[in-house]
Every structure is written in structure tokens, then in C-alpha cells.
């Protein structure tokens, strides 16, 4: 939604200016006017600042950075017994990327005019997700904000290095993918045609081989953008089907039944749920809220249906153990240790205990892949680059012999 920037009139007859997120410069006014303030004007935002900074977003300065810095400074700042209000003028003007510092901007005004900080947040969930909203609101609630946006840091931080791990490790087999695909292209589509066409004119019968590759040349050359429109098509449809219910349940179901990734997924999968989990039932959260927030980031269509079914024993007041068990993606020795920290009242503990040791099993098993996945990778590419070169020399080679 656009931006507005407005200078306006809050109660007492105070004059304040700031920037508000709607959908149209009346629905502006009005969101001011809920909250007691009299706009005497509105203007849509665009500066290019802006621009930059969108550019920079799409370039990859991805919005997790700017918020993992904003959510450390703010509880450093908060823990020094600095007000919210104080705190957040004071990130606004550390904040470098524009759109985020209209973000901050916005929500302090609303938090200075009254509004709650959980509520400010909970319009802006492009960047703030319902794990940092809902652990906010605890905090907000108990009146530890400082040390909650200290805890939230530290999660996001580690889910971060989780991730940029699992980027590190595929980049080298990503690139030597990248340019063996490249270099096939290349030779199918410019080296060969060349070579064949100079032995077509000696009318010689080519190869079995040769005249398959000489096919697929034809159609990358000749009819590329039908190619490209079938492969879009493709994985539009496949979009499509796995955004279903029934398609991602088959989806995540074949996933976790890979023989090498497989394992690999569902510990990921069982590692945020329990690191996830931990977090917010160390900041304060009920299990049956914590349950709730998980589903809607746990991203594996099979463990959100176990974690709702926990959630509904829980509010029925039996154990979480059962339905996490028999969903299949945890194993029995953690749904056993799961139960034995519900039992003794070390639950988060004992959830934080399991992220921990799955964390560190992964790291290895991503480690392993890596090193094998690029041997292999570049000896399929060899075979296919030995492929192309056997398709243009065995005519030269008979061509050479005298073997028309």
C-alpha cells in the first residue's frame, strides 16, 4: 500500500507530522482520525529514497537485516530504561533503508498517540510475523518489552546463521550447476550445429547420436520460446497444485519420504517447531497460544496438523506427546523425550535441548551432502559435455576413414 506523509493536530491542539500506510488518502485521514488526530494535510509519499531502497530490497538487502538490527538496538535501548517512545524516535533516525524508517515512523505516532505497540506492529506483518507479534505482546503485557526484544533477537539471529549454513553449502554446487548447463547450451546450440552442417554437405550418413542431438539443437534454436512457455506452464500448474491442500500434503509427505534429503527435512522441520516452541514458552506464552503460533510457521503442512491436534488435547487437558508421535515426522526417542519435559515440568528446556543437538546433527549431514553433491554434479556434467563431443567427433572420425 502507498505511503502518506501528514501534518496534523493531535489533542490539546499540538501539532505533529509523521507518515501513515493506507490504502488512499481519505482511508489516511480516517485511520488518523481513529486515533484522535485532525490532519490539516496528506500527501502521498514517493522520494527516492524510497526508489533506492526498493531497489536495493530486490537486489537482496532483504528486510530480515534491517529488523534483526532494529529489534537489538530497541532492546538495548529499552533495558537502559529509555521510553518506547524515545527509543523509537531514536531508531528512526539510525534507520538507513527509507521504507523501513516510514515503518518506525508510523508506529511511534501511534504509539505516542495512545496505541498499544503490539497493535502498531500488527499492520506491518510484511515485516513483523506473528512469532515477533506475539512475543511483543507478552512482553508488552508484563512490562519486560526490553528483555523480550532482546529474546527475539537471539532467535531471529539463530534462525538466521540456520539458514545462511544451508545457503553457503549449496552455493558452490549451485554455481558449478549453473555454468556445466551453460556450457552445454552452449555447445549444443552453437558449436555443434556448426561441425554438422559442414559434414551434412559431404552427404554423409550421421550417427544415431548425433542426429538426436541435432533434434534437441533444432528445437532450442528454433522453437526456444515454446520451451520456455511449456516450462512456465509447468511450474505455474505445479504452483498451483502444491498451494492446495491436497498438493501439499503430497508435496511435504514425499519430502520427508526422500532417501538422502528426507532425513535431512525433517529435522529441519522438527528443529524449528521445538526451537520455536522453546522461545515462546520462555517469554511467557501459554502452550495452547505457543501451539497456535506455531502452526502458522511451522511450513510443513504435516507437522501443522499435528501441532493443531496437540493444541486441541491441550485445550481438552490431555498431553501434546500423542499427536506429535504419531504424525510420523518426530521420532520416537524425541517424542519420548517431549513427554518426559512435560512430565517433570521442563518442557522448555528440554524443547530448547532437542533444537540444539538437531541443529548441530544438520549442520553435519549439510556438510557431508555438500562435499558429495559436487563430485557428482560435475561428473554428470562431464557426461553430458563427453556426450555432445562424442556426437560431433564420431562423424569426423568416420569421415576421416573414408566411411560415408
Known amino acids: 500500500m502507498p505511503r502518506y506523509s501528514y501534518t496534523a493536530l493531535a489533542s490539546g491542539g499540538k501539532a505533529v507530522k509523521g507518515t501513515v500506510t493506507a490504502e488512499s488518502p ?16 496528506v500527501k502521498q509519499v514517493s522520494t527516492e529514497s524510497e526508489v533506492k531502497s526498493s531497489l536495493l530490497s530486490f537486489l537482496g538487502r532483504t528486510k530480515k537485516s534491517h529488523i534483526i538490527d532494529f529489534t537489538k538496538q530497541m532492546s538495548i535501548l529499552l533495558n537502559s530504561e529509555i521510553k518506547l517512545t524515545e527509543s523509537l524516535s531514536v531508531m528512526i533516525e539510525q534507520t538507513s533503508d527509507a521504507r523501513f524508517r516510514n515503518v518506525i515512523t508510523d508506529i511511534r505516532d501511534r504509539v505516542v498517540t495512545g496505541e498499544s505497540f503490539t497493535d502498531a506492529l500488527g499492520d506491518y506483518t ?31 539471529e539463530k534462525r538466521r546463521r540456520i539458514e545462511s549454513k544451508v545457503m553457503t553449502a549449496m552455493i558452490y554446487p549451485a554455481f558449478i550447476l549453473t555454468i556445466g548447463m551453460a556450457a552445454i547450451i552452449f555447445l549444443t546450440t552453437f558449436v555443434l550445429p556448426k561441425i554438422i552442417v559442414q559434414l551434412q554437405k559431404a552427404k554423409m550418413q550421421l550417427p544415431l547420436i548425433t542426429r538426436i542431438l541435432m533434434a534437441v539443437s533444432h528445437i532450442l534454436i528454433s522453437y526456444w520460446y515454446i520451451a520456455l512457455i511449456v516450462i512456465f506452464a509447468v511450474v505455474f500448474a505445479m504452483r498451483k497444485f502444491f498451494r492446495s491442500e491436497k498438493g501439499s500434503y503430497l508435496r511435504d509427505r514425499t519430502l520427508l519420504a526422500l532417501p538422502i534429503f528426507g532425513p535431512l527435512i525433517r529435522q529441519r522441520v522438527v528443529s524449528r517447531f521445538t526451537s520455536t516452541l522453546s522461545t515462546l514458552l520462555g517469554s511467557g506464552l501459554s502452550m495452547a497460544e ?115
Open 290 to 404: 505457543s501451539l497456535r503460533v506455531v502452526a502458522e510457521v511451522t511450513g510443513n503442512v504435516i507437522m501443522v496438523d499435528a501441532v493443531k491436534k496437540a493444541r486441541d488435547r491441550i485445550l481438552s487437558g490431555a498431553d501434546i506427546t500423542t499427536p506429535l508421535r504419531e504424525s510420523g515426522v518426530i521420532s520416537p526417542a524425541i517424542a519420548h523425550m517431549v513427554a518426559v519435559g512435560e512430565k517433570s515440568g521442563e518442557l522448555t528446556k528440554m524443547l530448547q535441548s532437542i533444537s540444539e543437538n538437531l541443529e548441530a546433527s544438520s549442520d553435519i549431514v549439510i556438510e557431508r551432502l555438500s562435499a558429495a553433491l559436487e563430485p557428482v554434479i560435475i561428473v554428470i556434467m562431464a557426461f553430458f559435455v563427453g556426450l555432445i563431443a562424442l556426437a560431433a567427433l564420431l562423424p569426423i572420425l568416420r569421415f576421416s576413414a573414408g566411411n560415408f
Open 26 to 41: 481519505y482511508s489516511a485521514r480516517k485511520q488518523l482520525r481513529s486515533r484522535g488526530i485532525h490532519a490539516t494535510d
Open 126 to 156: 510484511e515485516y513483523f510475523d506473528v512469532i515477533y507479534i506475539s512475543m511483543i505482546k507478552v512482553g508488552e503485557a508484563t512490562g519486560t518489552l526490553g528483555k523480550t526484544m532482546e529474546t527475539i533477537s537471539g532467535f531471529m
